[in-house]
Structure formats: structure tokens, C-alpha cells
């Protein structure tokens, strides 16, 4: 049974640093594509960050891009999300998604072509 768990969400002010983390297990992340996506109270799920392989350069969306940094420890069969300089408008929850196989980066944003989802975890950036 494949399981993805998100953990570092919480409270930030504008300016702030999170790292967050998705441990994956009973699949492995080499051979998967895997993506952050996040949503925001009364929008829909947005893609954030993307990799279509464990080599892949990861694609980011235009407002985080210099910000935040997707990253992957295949070791440790984890992936991650640094964010900096947060702003209110990062607010949302962060979900990390998983597809056996690789994913173009093209098709990054189609939620539908995910194969698993973590739970989700909240990211607050208020003064």
C-alpha cells in the first residue's frame, strides 16, 4: 500500500522560511514522477512544483519560481519543498502527489493524471 506523509507545514510571517516533506513508502520515488501542488480556501488545487524523474530539473510555477526549491532525497525516498521569502499569498495547503512512471512536465498541472496524494499539510503566512 502506497502512503505519501507531508510534514513541516505551519505558521510563517511574510518573509519566512518552511521546509516541507513527503515520505513516501511502498513505492520508489526513483522511478516516479512526484509534484507539490497546494489550495487555497475557496480555489482550486494549483500546481507548484513539479519533477518528471528523479534526474529531471524540476519545473516550478511563474510565483514561486527564485523562491521555493523542490528537491528529492532517493535514499531517504523523500521529497521536499523549500520556501522562502513566503508571502500571504502562499497560503494554502500543500499537498505532494506521486505517478508510477515519469510525467512530462507539460502535463504537470492535470491533477487527474496523479496517482497518489498526501494528506495535506497547512501553510499560514500571516504578520
Known amino acids: 500500500q502506497v502512503q505519501l506523509v507531508e510534514s513541516g507545514g505551519g505558521l510563517v510571517h511574510p518573509g519566512g522560511s518552511l521546509k516541507l516533506s513527503c515520505a513516501a513508502s511502498?513505492?520508489?520515488?526513483?522511478?516516479?514522477?512526484t509534484a507539490w501542488f497546494r489550495q487555497a480556501p475557496g480555489k482550486g488545487r494549483e500546481i507548484v512544483s513539479c519533477m518528471s524523474t528523479k534526474d529531471s530539473a524540476p519545473y516550478y510555477v511563474d510565483s514561486v519560481k527564485g523562491r521555493f526549491t523542490n528537491t528529492r532525497d532517493n535514499a531517504k525516498n523523500t521529497v521536499f519543498l523549500q520556501m522562502n521569502s513566503l508571502e500571504p499569498e502562499d497560503t494554502a495547503t500543500y499537498y505532494c502527489?506521486?505517478?508510477?512512471?515519469?510525467?512530462?512536465?507539460?502535463?504537470?498541472?492535470?491533477?487527474?493524471?496523479?496517482?497518489?496524494w498526501g494528506q495535506g499539510t497547512q501553510v499560514t503566512v500571516s504578520s
Open positions: 511502498g513505492l520508489t520515488l526513483d522511478y516516479s514522477a
Open positions: 502527489a506521486v505517478k508510477s512512471g515519469s510525467l512530462a512536465t507539460s502535463f504537470c498541472s492535470l491533477a487527474q493524471l496523479w496517482d497518489y
